[in-house]
C-alpha cells in the first residue's frame, strides 16, 4: 500500500496582511481602526491603538493552519 502524500496548504493572503506570527509562536494583530480613514479619528486614539495585540490561543490556532505555520 503506497503512503499518500499530504496536500501543501496554501497561504491566506488576506491574513497573511493582518496578522504575525512571532518567533516564540504567539499571533499578534495591529488594532482596529488603523488601515483606513484615519483621519476621522482623534490622534490620542490612534496612538493608543498603535500597539499590537495578542490573540487568544483558540483563535491563534486557527489562524497559524490558515498561515501554513
Request: aromatic share 4%.
Amino acid at each position: 500500500m503506497k503512503k499518500q502524500k499530504k496536500i501543501k496548504l496554501k497561504t491566506h493572503k488576506g491574513l497573511s496582511k493582518r496578522f504575525k506570527v512571532t518567533a516564540t509562536g504567539k499571533v499578534t494583530r495591529n488594532a482596529k481602526r488603523m488601515r483606513k480613514y484615519g483621519y476621522t479619528h482623534s490622534k490620542s486614539s490612534k496612538n493608543t491603538d498603535k500597539k499590537s495585540l495578542q490573540l487568544a490561543k483558540p483563535e491563534a490556532k486557527k489562524i497559524k493552519k490558515l498561515l501554513g505555520k
